[in-house]
């Protein structure tokens, strides 16, 4: 296997600082600062800031910057559609396609996701929630539809992360996948997808009212 290279390095580390929010969102970034920081050189920073930049991660502003790409309410409701075009039809395909072992899997998962609802921690919720709906997508095992999953699904981990940073833990406002295991175990695609859909308009409704 060989090196990896040091743009990926580079890549790896900034997006992991804009995903638990160690850079926030509309903080400007300064390459060569960063490159210090990072202890790598100035162009394997610059691509990976490019690849950032098209992943959405970060905005380049001509004759200003780049900065951290700001989480406005307009785009976390554009994040909330994209994921309910997308998720609601992984749910649906996840019904007929789950193996047994996908089905335990999803089980365990859903699960350790109930245990941190009634510890009250949204971190571990957070992880472990991003964790079943990752596996999900997975378990399909479509890589088109993983690349646009994958990407969507970190997009809304670093929002949630903004969300409860400054918010009292509320075990109602971290909701359940019951209804989607039931399904699931049901082999019931229908039932699949309107289960994701209520579960994600639900996420939609509650940040609507106190974003």
């Known amino acids: 296997m060989g090196t990896e290279r040091a743009s990926d390095i580079a890549y790896g580390e900034l997006q992991t600082r804009i995903l638990d929010l160690r850079l926030a969102p509309g903080e400007f970034m300064n390459e060569q600062a960063l490159a210090a920081d990072l202890g790598l050189g100035r162009m394997p920073v610059r691509e990976a800031l490019a690849r950032l930049a098209k992943d959405r991660f970060v905005s380049i ?68 929630d991003h964790a079943l709906h990752t596996f999900l997508v997975h378990m399909i095992r479509n890589p088109l539809l993983q690349d646009a999953a994958d990407r969507l699904l970190l997009h809304s981990l670093r929002f949630w992360r903004l969300y409860w940073k400054n918010r009292v833990p509320r075990t109602d406002a971290m909701l359940s996948h019951a209804d989607l295991l039931v399904a699931l175990e049901n082999r019931d695609p229908e039932a699949a997808e309107k289960a994701m859909r209520n579960h994600l308009q639900q996420s939609r409704q509650l940040v609507q009212l106190l974003f």
Request: hydrophobic share 45%; glycine share 4%.
């Open 61 to 128: 502003m001509p004759r200003h910057g780049i900065v951290v790409t700001p989480l406005t309410l307009d785009g976390v409701l554009d994040m909330f559609e994209a994921r309910e075009a997308i998720e609601c039809g992984v749910a649906y395909i996840a019904a007929l396609r789950a193996t047994q072992e996908d089905l335990s899997i999803v089980k365990r998962l859903a699960d350790t996701v109930d245990q941190s609802r009634v510890s009250s921690d949204p971190e571990q919720f957070l992880k472990d």
